[in-house]
């Protein structure tokens, strides 16, 4: 019966087979299935076993699968070589964290750090103290990219559509679009990026230029104005960059730029100007501001005269600047129509300006137009003290000569069907971008669409390829800073999922012999060697080691005079003929204006999933995950709205839905919309509100004619700090200088009542005696600190409700107070962490003991003790303490396991947690003491906050060393303690704030000197 | 035993109903007990267990996730929790000083109430002493609050009142059991001699500890339960001393004040009696004891919850006065803020309830309505619910650094809990009302006048 069954069998299959199929795609025969199946072995060489095949090579091919399947439960191996530690290597300590010279950029930002890296994971980012730009602080984005990278949700697979791929099969895409594009000479090909500031990455984008001429490379960067050199700027034309000298400028005009915080340079900026800020006994010592703003910035918070103006009243303001300073040849007389306040913040500031010729300095904001940076540009000349301007690019031999065109070049011709393939390199057009719906629907006519990046985004959604980028602490790279420095940026460790750089990417699509980012960036340099940048019997690998560790470029950047007379030689515009500029006339006040601004802690978006920058509170509103329409309390009023209340903003037929906030210090009829926010795809839910639905080109970043309706619900707003007025309190001391100068606030100082405890006094222990001191006066509310801490300290998200509920982990907060009118207030910024009180109101409370004192004068928490009573916390008066009311902290997701601290306990439940001052690093340099025999020095120990901060307004050291950096802060007539009528005896003491108003009579008297 | 003398019935309402004969004593009381489930009770206990319940899934929900499902955040630490923790022990002093104080000040009309508000005071602290557990963040490691001799050799750190609590508590609790228990003997004994089957017999007689009623019982009994009695004294005003210490210890204005004690005290004492008089009314009409609990006895606890309300007025008088006298601004602005300030209707009701209301009592009519006192008894208790809210919660939302400043409400497990501890009260309530006989036949038979008197 047997037989005939087989048979049958046999024919039938002959006839029909059946269709076994491995899975639903093969079934549906998709040809990207096919592709897929045949490449998945196609970086191990070929698909199938060559020729015939015999006995022994099916056992060796047995005997080799068997042996490699236990592998294939493991990741990819790394291509690259590594070498197991044979032999421990000389220097690396388990325990003891390495330091490798890195730098990051980020818009037109380049900061130079330091990379913490504990047995190969990199866990805290640091700026470096020898790079230019850094100073050995960090922008609050720096802080956040070690979280960005661990992120789980990073791009982690090549994707062919929607389906997983493999870099093999995207390098025979490569190999297929380099033909095409030799056929036609790139014609058709585009290159869309972010700004470059990399060298070896501009050359790479020059040689894809070079071999296929028809290409073109477009730039694009969201947070950016885009300013055309027609606007008639001097030294604007990318990328050349301006750099002034802050701590020459006695007298500085802030025209709406946020120059402390968030330009190119600011870190360097606000250590300059932090310099002039503390008065050190001569009037002249400290510098004076003046900001005209639409909202309250960091900057502007620091001004000693602040002017709330409309963003699109500051060219007449600057105009009215200009003719005030008598520079107008054309029109003196023209009015302007400027309300009494600005008129009179004008009168003061020329006035100010014209006494200090030389030594004053007028700065326009980024997001203005021309026409303002043209009047600066002027006025500044005109006074003797034009930034020091540095085209970068000049710098560098190779590369500098490419020149990117925009993206609105690119949407036109995609539009018009010019484009046939278009690569992106990590930047997100199709969000952020004016019209952005125009970007998707010019995409969608290209033919081939790849983008490469750190997260699959919006724009990569549209795109045929998603090519996983690595992160910079995963690749070899270069950057330049804002004024010419150059550093090697060098990985510290391999990419988690086996992302690419973007130089290797592109190397791909170049074919080139260098495939790897590290062999591409060394040749780089070793080119620039070669052509004379070492000069002449340097040894380049010297050099390249030199460079490395120091994580800067030495050579003579600053005295190129080569590069200065260039720069000086450039049209200046101040000829006599063409020295008309037509001075603009005031808009009306009454149309209600919308500015579009960068999220102070979002920036363009790209760093939705970043928990730390999501929950970093705004530093005026304290805002945290989202943003709101910000307006003034008088428009508020006019409209009927109170804070969290919904409206509905519209503009040439787009509406968003958004809750508003008030804003002290705000422009009237002026609302501020912060971009960044409301990303649809960042991996977790949308977080606030996308405005950019109502930007198109040319009003990208301020328009007029919107409307706003008050929607009639409310919409949850996580507040950190949701009382903003000082109730009387002697919590921020702030003096005008003549005050502060004044023999009577010394005096007052001593007039202490003296205070008793029930207590016996502690005895003074032997040994260093910790204390920190925080000027007021240099601290410009930046955050860095807030962040810095939640990096070293392992501190949890909580995400937006928690925040809401008060529940924020934060252990150095930032307390933001207005004060006086609120049209006009004062601002002030007070980062409270623990005060490490010597009578601390937390330690008797604790039923167990929970919170102890050290001798070392450190009010310690001890998290294995405490059982949760919440006590400490209720009493105490600072409240810095924090409660891990939930698990915060995330056990489970795996990568993020790498970002921790391994020096401080993750904490679990249950447990209260606070500022320790970093006693992790205490203890580290304390045994490094013990080890070495070497005593502790003044500044060995830098807590987290204080080495991040730009101004250096965090001082930490020995108290009981009467020399210390911190006695000797504490010794000044500034310093005080907060609610020091408690008696609790903070560790942590305060710096008066100054402000430098000036004197009104001397003003006076002195106006009529004041014209140039 | 009480030592009872017999005053003139004239002069005042008695004690006891006119026609009470000793018989009815025992017959009616342990009738409670004896007769069939009334289905009354069984819908009464059965709702009250649907409220324990709900205090099980609350307490499981907070075990699995955490303190986070309950609304305290910083500066608002404590929260309900807190509250609850003061609210029900302040409950349970009525029960210890009824038991203790008035038998030392010979007010013989606590009898009849002494036992069922020794149950309550029990009942009260139990629910109370949940609270402080509940509301660690590591509930799990509760025991480190006691001085046990850990193999770490680490002591709890004893200069905190939450440390004393501990003790307090703990001390109130025990002391409570002990008193209620040794009150309830002879009438253990009487239910055993009344009881019919085998099976109850050996209930009640283990419970009576072998109680035979005889002379030298009757005198070691009397002793030992004077000196419960002196015993328990001392902690109506301790527990609730030290539970305020918790908060006059600690520097937040509005908790730092030497006033605490004292006014705590009262404001115990004053939500007890306005508990028994929320609880007694309804068992006094279903259960039909108006003979025992008369109209004197309802006088006299509104009169006390009148005095005690005077005194309660008077600490938040005292408060309000020392903030303005003393120059502190932070003292002014907590006073001005419980007022003017976002919380401000918690000021408004606890004026109303705890000042206002107890006035009513001036009037003799007031006093002995029963509709005028049980609402007055709601409104006594609500109000002093919300003056340990106004405490707790309010004092600490706005402190010292308003850059810190927060606000606070209670989410749904907060109210769970709470009602959920309604339940527990009231199911075990129930149940003592079942099982126990709720009035102390022993001491309510040396009331009854004596029968020669009677046939005179």
Same mark, same amino acid.
């Given at each position: 019966?047997?037989?005939?069954?087989?048979?049958?069998?046999?024919?039938?299959?002959?006839?029909?087979?059946?269709?076994?199929?491995?899975?639903?795609?093969?079934?549906?025969?998709?040809?990207?299935?096919?592709?897929?199946?045949?490449?998945?072995?196609?970086?191990?060489?070929?698909?199938?076993?060559?020729?015939?095949?015999?006995?022994?090579?099916?056992?060796?091919?047995?005997?080799?699968?068997?042996?490699?399947?236990?592998?294939?439960?493991?990741?990819?191996?790394?291509?690259?070589?590594?070498?197991?530690?044979?032999?421990?290597?000389?220097?690396?300590?388990?325990?003891?964290?390495?330091?490798?010279?890195?730098?990051?950029?980020?818009?037109?930002?380049?900061?130079?750090?330091?990379?913490?890296?504990?047995?190969?994971?990199?866990?805290?980012?640091?700026?470096?103290?020898?790079?230019?730009?850094?100073?050995?602080?960090?922008?609050?984005?720096?802080?956040?990219?070690?979280?960005?990278?661990?992120?789980?949700?990073?791009?982690?697979?090549?994707?062919?559509?929607?389906?997983?791929?493999?870099?093999?099969?995207?390098?025979?895409?490569?190999?297929?679009?380099?033909?095409?594009?030799?056929?036609?000479?790139?014609?058709?090909?585009?290159?869309?990026?972010?700004?470059?500031?990399?060298?070896?990455?501009?050359?790479?984008?020059?040689?894809?230029?070079?071999?296929?001429?028809?290409?073109?490379?477009?730039?694009?960067?969201?947070?950016?104005?885009?300013?055309?050199?027609?606007?008639?700027?001097?030294?604007?034309?990318?990328?050349?960059?301006?750099?002034?000298?802050?701590?020459?400028?006695?007298?500085?005009?802030?025209?709406?730029?946020?120059?402390?915080?968030?330009?190119?340079?600011?870190?360097?900026?606000?250590?300059?100007?932090?310099?002039?800020?503390?008065?050190?006994?001569?009037?002249?010592?400290?510098?004076?501001?003046?900001?005209?703003?639409?909202?309250?910035?960091?900057?502007?918070?620091?001004?000693?005269?602040?002017?709330?103006?409309?963003?699109?009243?500051?060219?007449?303001?600057?105009?009215?600047?200009?003719?005030?300073?008598?520079?107008?040849?054309?029109?003196?007389?023209?009015?302007?129509?400027?309300?009494?306040?600005?008129?009179?913040?004008?009168?003061?500031?020329?006035?100010?300006?014209?006494?200090?010729?030389?030594?004053?300095?007028?700065?326009?904001?980024?997001?203005?137009?021309?026409?303002?940076?043209?009047?600066?540009?002027?006025?500044?000349?005109?006074?003797?003290?034009?930034?020091?301007?540095?085209?970068?690019?000049?710098?560098?031999?190779?590369?500098?000569?490419?020149?990117?065109?925009?993206? /609105? *070049?690119?949407?036109?011709?995609? +539009?018009?069907? @010019?484009?046939?393939?278009? =690569?992106?390199?990590? &930047?997100?057009? !199709?969000?952020?971008?004016?019209?952005?719906?125009?970007?998707?629907?010019?995409?969608?006519?290209?033919?081939?669409?790849?983008?490469?990046?750190?997260?699959?985004?919006?724009?990569?959604?549209?795109?045929?390829?998603?090519?996983?980028?690595?992160?910079?602490?995963?690749?070899?790279?270069?950057?330049?800073?804002?004024?010419?420095?150059?550093?090697?940026?060098?990985?510290?460790?391999?990419?988690?999922?086996?992302?690419?750089?973007?130089?290797?990417?592109?190397?791909?699509?170049?074919?080139?012999?260098?495939?790897?980012?590290?062999?591409?960036?060394?040749?780089?340099?070793?080119?620039?060697?070669?052509?004379?940048?070492?000069?002449?019997?340097?040894?380049?690998?010297?050099?390249?080691?030199?460079?490395?560790?120091?994580?800067?470029?030495? /050579? *003579?950047?600053?005295?190129?005079? +080569?590069?200065? @007379?260039?720069?000086?030689? =450039?049209?200046?515009? &101040?000829?006599? !003929?063409?020295?008309?500029?037509?001075?603009?006339?005031?808009?009306?006040?009454?149309?209600?204006?919308?500015?579009?601004?960068?999220?102070?802690?979002?920036?363009?978006?790209?760093?939705?999933?970043?928990?730390?920058?999501?929950?970093?509170?705004?530093?005026?509103?304290?805002?945290?995950?989202?943003?709101?329409?910000?307006?003034?309390?008088?428009?508020?009023?006019?409209?009927?709205?109170?804070?969290?209340?919904?409206?509905?903003?519209?503009?040439?037929?787009?509406?968003?839905?958004?809750?508003?906030?008030?804003?002290?210090?705000?422009?009237?009829?002026?609302?501020?919309?912060?971009?960044?926010?409301?990303?649809?795809?960042?991996?977790?839910?949308?977080?606030?509100?996308?405005?950019?639905?109502?930007?198109?080109?040319?009003?990208?970043?301020?328009?007029?004619?919107?409307?706003?309706?008050?929607?009639?619900?409310?919409?949850? =707003?996580?507040?950190?700090?949701?009382?903003?007025?000082?109730?009387?309190?002697?919590?921020?001391?702030?003096?005008?200088?003549?005050?502060?100068?004044?023999?009577?606030?010394?005096?007052?100082?001593?007039?202490?009542?003296?205070?008793?405890?029930?207590?016996?006094?502690?005895?003074?222990?032997?040994?260093?005696?910790?204390?920190?001191?925080?000027?007021?006066?240099?601290?410009?509310?930046?955050?860095?600190?807030?962040?810095?801490?939640?990096?070293?300290?392992?501190?949890?998200?909580?995400?937006?409700?928690?925040?809401?509920?008060?529940?924020?982990?934060?252990?150095?907060?930032?307390?933001?107070?207005?004060?006086?009118?609120?049209?006009?207030?004062?601002?002030?910024?007070?980062?409270?962490?623990?005060?490490?009180?010597?009578?601390?109101?937390?330690?008797?409370?604790?039923?167990?003991?929970?919170?102890?004192?050290?001798?070392?004068?450190?009010?310690?928490?001890?998290?294995?003790?405490?059982?949760?009573?919440?006590?400490?916390?209720?009493?105490?008066?600072?409240?810095?303490?924090?409660?891990?009311?939930?698990?915060?902290?995330?056990?489970?997701?795996?990568?993020?396991?790498?970002?921790?601290?391994?020096?401080?306990?993750?904490?679990?439940?249950?447990?209260?947690?606070?500022?320790?001052?970093?006693?992790?690093?205490?203890?580290?340099?304390?045994?490094?003491?013990?080890?070495?025999?070497?005593?502790?020095?003044?500044?060995?120990?830098?807590?987290?906050?204080?080495?991040?901060?730009?101004?250096?307004?965090?001082?930490?050291?020995?108290?009981?060393?009467?020399?210390?950096?911190?006695?000797?802060?504490?010794?000044?007539?500034?310093?005080?303690?907060?609610?020091?009528?408690?008696?609790?005896?903070?560790?942590?003491?305060?710096?008066?704030?100054?402000?430098?108003?000036?004197?009104?009579?001397?003003?006076?008297?002195?106006?009529?000197?004041?014209?140039? | 035993?009480?030592?009872?003398?017999?005053?003139?019935?004239?002069?005042?309402?008695?004690?006891?109903?006119?026609?009470?004969?000793?018989?009815?004593?025992?017959?009616?009381?342990?009738?409670?007990?004896?007769?069939?489930?009334?289905?009354?009770?069984?819908?009464?206990?059965?709702?009250?267990?649907?409220?324990?319940?709900?205090?099980?899934?609350?307490?499981?929900?907070?075990?699995?996730?955490?303190?986070?499902?309950?609304?305290?955040?910083?500066?608002?630490?404590?929260?309900?929790?807190?509250?609850?923790?003061?609210?029900?022990?302040?409950?349970?002093?009525?029960?210890?000083?009824?038991?203790?104080?008035?038998?030392?000040?010979?007010?013989?009309?606590?009898?009849?109430?002494?036992?069922?508000?020794?149950?309550?005071?029990?009942?009260?602290?139990?629910?109370?002493?949940?609270?402080?557990?509940?509301?660690?963040?590591?509930?799990?490691?509760?025991?480190?609050?006691?001085?046990?001799?850990?193999?770490?050799?680490?002591?709890?750190?004893?200069?905190?009142?939450?440390?004393?609590?501990?003790?307090?508590?703990?001390?109130?609790?025990?002391?409570?059991?002990?008193?209620?228990?040794?009150?309830?003997?002879?009438?253990?004994?009487?239910?055993?001699?009344?009881?019919?089957?085998?099976?109850?017999?050996?209930?009640?007689?283990?419970?009576?500890?072998?109680?035979?009623?005889?002379?030298?019982?009757?005198?070691?009994?009397?002793?030992?339960?004077?000196?419960?009695?002196?015993?328990?004294?001392?902690?109506?005003?301790?527990?609730?001393?030290?539970?305020?210490?918790?908060?006059?210890?600690?520097?937040?204005?509005?908790?730092?004040?030497?006033?605490?004690?004292?006014?705590?005290?009262?404001?115990?004492?004053?939500?007890?009696?306005?508990?028994?008089?929320?609880?007694?009314?309804?068992?006094?009409?279903?259960?039909?004891?108006?003979?025992?609990?008369?109209?004197?006895?309802?006088?006299?606890?509104?009169?006390?919850?009148?005095?005690?309300?005077?005194?309660?007025?008077?600490?938040?008088?005292?408060?309000?006065?020392?903030?303005?006298?003393?120059?502190?601004?932070?003292?002014?602005?907590?006073?001005?803020?419980?007022?003017?300030?976002?919380?401000?209707?918690?000021?408004?009701?606890?004026?109303?309830?705890?000042?206002?209301?107890?006035?009513?009592?001036?009037?003799?009519?007031?006093?002995?309505?029963?509709?005028?006192?049980?609402?007055?008894?709601?409104?006594?208790?609500?109000?002093?619910?919300?003056?340990?809210?106004?405490?707790?919660?309010?004092?600490?939302?706005?402190?010292?650094?308003?850059?810190?400043?927060?606000?606070?409400?209670?989410?749904?497990?907060?109210?769970?809990?709470?009602?959920?501890?309604?339940?527990?009260?009231?199911?075990?309530?129930?149940?003592?009302?079942?099982?126990?006989?709720?009035?102390?036949?022993?001491?309510?038979?040396?009331?009854?006048?004596?029968?020669?008197?009677?046939?005179?």
């Amino acid at each position: 019966m047997g037989k005939p069954v087989l048979v049958q069998i046999g024919n039938s299959t002959a006839r029909q087979a059946p269709r076994y199929w491995r899975t639903l795609a093969e079934y549906q025969n998709q040809e990207s299935f096919a592709e897929q199946s045949s490449a998945e072995f196609a970086h191990a060489g070929s698909d199938s076993i060559p020729g015939p095949v015999s006995r022994r090579t099916v056992l060796s091919y047995l005997a080799a699968s068997a042996g490699l399947a236990g592998l294939s439960a493991c990741t990819a191996l790394p291509e690259r070589e590594i070498v197991p530690f044979v032999q421990q290597p000389e220097f690396l300590v388990p325990g003891r964290p390495r330091h490798y010279a890195t730098a990051m950029q980020l818009g037109d930002r380049v900061d130079g750090l330091l990379a913490e890296t504990h047995l190969g994971r990199p866990t805290k980012l640091e700026g470096n103290p020898s790079h230019p730009a850094s100073l050995g602080a960090t922008s609050i984005f720096a802080q956040a990219e070690i979280l960005t990278l661990w992120d789980p949700y990073r791009a982690a697979t090549v994707r062919r559509g929607r389906n997983t791929s493999t870099w093999g099969a995207f390098a025979e895409e490569a190999g297929r679009i380099r033909e095409s594009l030799q056929r036609d000479s790139g014609r058709g090909f585009r290159l869309l990026t972010g700004a470059i500031r990399s060298p070896s990455m501009r050359a790479s984008i020059g040689e894809i230029l070079r071999q296929f001429p028809e290409a073109r490379w477009h730039t694009f960067e969201a947070a950016h104005r885009e300013l055309p050199p027609a606007a008639g700027t001097s030294f604007h034309p990318h990328p050349m960059q301006p750099v002034y000298r802050i701590a020459d400028a006695d007298v500085i005009v802030s025209l709406d730029a946020d120059f402390l915080h968030g330009i190119a340079g600011s870190i360097a900026y606000a250590r300059e100007f932090a310099s002039r800020r503390r008065p050190s006994g001569e009037q002249s010592s400290m510098n004076r501001l003046y900001v005209a703003e639409p909202t309250p910035s960091v900057t502007g918070s620091c001004a000693d005269h602040r002017l709330a103006a409309r963003c699109d009243a500051i060219p007449s303001i600057a105009g009215a600047l200009y003719e005030e300073l008598g520079l107008s040849s054309t029109t003196p007389e023209v009015a302007l129509d400027l309300d009494a306040a600005a008129r009179e913040w004008v009168r003061r500031a020329a006035a100010d300006l014209g006494r200090n010729r030389g030594r004053s300095l007028v700065i326009p904001g980024a997001f203005q137009p021309g026409l303002v940076h043209q009047l600066a540009d002027r006025m500044n000349r005109a006074l003797g003290s034009e930034p020091h301007a540095v085209p970068w690019t000049d710098l560098v031999h190779e590369g500098g000569s490419v020149e990117s065109a925009t993206l /609105r *070049g690119l949407i036109d011709d995609m +539009e018009a069907g @010019a484009v046939h393939t278009l =690569l992106i390199l990590d &930047t997100n057009p !199709a969000y952020s971008a004016p019209d952005a719906m125009r970007v998707t629907h010019a995409m969608e006519k290209v033919a081939l669409r790849l983008h490469a990046g750190l997260y699959e985004t919006e724009t990569s959604r549209l795109c045929h390829w998603n090519l996983p980028m690595a992160h910079f602490l995963e690749s070899w790279g270069d950057l330049c800073a804002y004024d010419g420095t150059c550093s090697i940026v060098q990985p510290t460790i391999r990419p988690l999922n086996g992302q690419k750089p973007a130089l290797e990417i592109l190397a791909m699509l170049l074919g080139s012999l260098l495939t790897t980012d590290g062999e591409i960036v060394r040749a780089y340099w070793q080119r620039e060697a070669a052509n004379g940048l070492l000069g002449e019997g340097a040894n380049f690998e010297e050099f390249w080691r030199r460079s490395l560790r120091d994580g800067v470029i030495r /050579r *003579g950047i600053q005295g190129n005079s +080569e590069v200065d @007379a260039r720069f000086k030689n =450039l049209p200046s515009g &101040t000829s006599a !003929a063409e020295g008309r500029i037509a001075l603009p006339r005031k808009p009306s006040e009454s149309e209600l204006e919308l500015v579009f601004r960068p999220d102070p802690t979002m920036y363009d978006g790209r760093y939705t999933n970043n928990g730390w920058l999501q929950e970093l509170p705004n530093p005026i509103t304290s805002l945290t995950w989202g943003n709101a329409a910000i307006l003034s309390a008088g428009t508020a009023r006019r409209l009927g709205l109170e804070n969290g209340d919904a409206v509905e903003i519209g503009l040439g037929g787009k509406q968003i839905e958004i809750p508003v906030w008030i804003v002290p210090g705000h422009a009237e009829n002026s609302i501020v919309l912060h971009l960044g926010n409301g990303r649809e795809r960042a991996g977790g839910e949308r977080v606030g509100v996308d405005v950019n639905p109502l930007r198109s080109w040319g009003t990208e970043w301020n328009t007029r004619g919107a409307t706003i309706r008050k929607l009639g619900y409310q919409l949850p =707003l996580a507040i950190r700090q949701q009382h903003q007025n000082m109730e009387n309190r002697d919590l921020i001391r702030s003096w005008t200088l003549d005050e502060a100068l004044s023999k009577e606030k010394t005096a007052s100082a001593a007039l202490k009542p003296e205070l008793l405890s029930l207590y016996p006094e502690r005895p003074i222990h032997e040994g260093p005696q910790w204390g920190m001191s925080i000027d007021l006066s240099a601290c410009i509310g930046c955050g860095a600190c807030t962040i810095a801490c939640q990096a070293e300290n392992n501190i949890s998200v909580v995400g937006a409700e928690e925040v809401r509920r008060g529940r924020i982990m934060h252990w150095i907060r930032l307390d933001t107070y207005f004060e006086g009118d609120p049209a006009a207030p004062g601002i002030y910024h007070q980062p409270v962490p623990c005060m490490q009180c010597e009578n601390a109101p937390c330690e008797v409370v604790c039923p167990v003991g929970a919170t102890a004192h050290s001798e070392e004068g450190l009010n310690q928490m001890v998290y294995n003790r405490c059982v949760g009573t919440r006590y400490c916390s209720n009493n105490c008066p600072y409240k810095v303490r924090r409660f891990n009311f939930f698990q915060y902290a995330d056990y489970e997701t795996s990568s993020l396991k790498g970002q921790r601290n391994p020096d401080v306990s993750v904490r679990s439940r249950g447990v209260m947690e606070k500022c320790t001052y970093c006693v992790q690093r205490i203890e580290a340099a304390k045994i490094r003491s013990k080890v070495s025999g070497e005593p502790l020095t003044d500044g060995q120990i830098v807590t987290a906050c204080q080495q991040v901060c730009p101004t250096q307004a965090i001082v930490f050291g020995n108290i009981a060393d009467p020399g210390s950096k911190v006695s000797q802060a504490k010794a000044g007539a500034r310093n005080y303690t907060l609610l020091e009528e408690l008696n609790t005896r903070p560790r942590t003491s305060y710096l008066a704030c100054i402000r430098n108003p000036g004197d009104t009579l001397a003003d006076a008297r002195n106006a009529k000197e004041g014209s140039v | 035993m009480p030592v009872l003398r017999q005053l003139d019935p004239l002069e005042r309402p008695s004690v006891i109903g006119e026609n009470v004969r000793y018989d009815d004593v025992n017959l009616r009381i342990a009738g409670i007990v004896t007769a069939p489930t009334p289905k009354g009770w069984l819908i009464g206990f059965g709702v009250a267990f649907l409220f324990v319940m709900l205090f099980m899934a609350a307490v499981t929900y907070l075990f699995a996730r955490g303190i986070g499902i309950w609304g305290v955040n910083v500066p608002v630490a404590w929260g309900f929790a807190i509250v609850n923790f003061v609210w029900w022990i302040g409950i349970g002093h009525a029960g210890t000083l009824i038991s203790a104080i008035l038998l030392l000040l010979h007010q013989e009309w606590r009898t009849s109430i002494n036992r069922f508000t020794e149950a309550m005071t029990l009942f009260a602290v139990a629910c109370a002493g949940v609270f402080p557990i509940l509301h660690l963040g590591r509930p799990w490691f509760f025991y480190w609050l006691f001085p046990y001799p850990s193999e770490m050799q680490i002591w709890p750190q004893f200069r905190s009142p939450l440390m004393w609590d501990v003790f307090a508590v703990s001390t109130y609790g025990t002391v409570s059991l002990l008193f209620w228990y040794v009150g309830l003997i002879p009438d253990f004994a009487t239910m055993r001699d009344l009881a019919r089957t085998r099976g109850k017999q050996m209930l009640w007689g283990v419970l009576a500890l072998g109680w035979r009623g005889s002379a030298h019982h009757w005198k070691q009994y009397q002793m030992a339960y004077l000196l419960l009695a002196g015993l328990a004294t001392p902690l109506v005003v301790s527990v609730h001393s030290i539970v305020s210490l918790d908060f006059s210890v600690g520097i937040v204005p509005g908790w730092h004040s030497t006033i605490f004690p004292p006014y705590f005290v009262a404001g115990a004492i004053f939500s007890g009696f306005a508990m028994v008089v929320t609880l007694i009314l309804p068992i006094r009409h279903f259960y039909h004891l108006e003979d025992f609990i008369t109209i004197r006895h309802l006088d006299n606890m509104a009169k006390i919850l009148l005095v005690t309300g005077l005194i309660v007025g008077y600490g938040y008088l005292m408060e309000t006065f020392i903030a303005w006298y003393s120059g502190n601004i932070f003292e002014r602005f907590m006073v001005l803020n419980r007022i003017l300030g976002p919380y401000w209707w918690v000021w408004a009701l606890v004026v109303i309830c705890n000042v206002m209301t107890p006035q009513v009592f001036w009037s003799k009519r007031m006093r002995v309505n029963l509709p005028v006192l049980f609402a007055a008894s709601l409104a006594i208790n609500v109000g002093m619910w919300v003056e340990r809210y106004m405490i707790v919660v309010v004092s600490l939302h706005r402190d010292f650094m308003p850059g810190a400043w927060g606000m606070y409400s209670g989410t749904i497990w907060d109210w769970s809990t709470l009602l959920g501890t309604f339940g527990l009260f009231l199911a075990l309530l129930f149940l003592f009302i079942r099982g126990v006989p709720m009035l102390s036949m022993a001491e309510l038979r040396e009331l009854v006048p004596s029968p020669r008197k009677e046939r005179k």
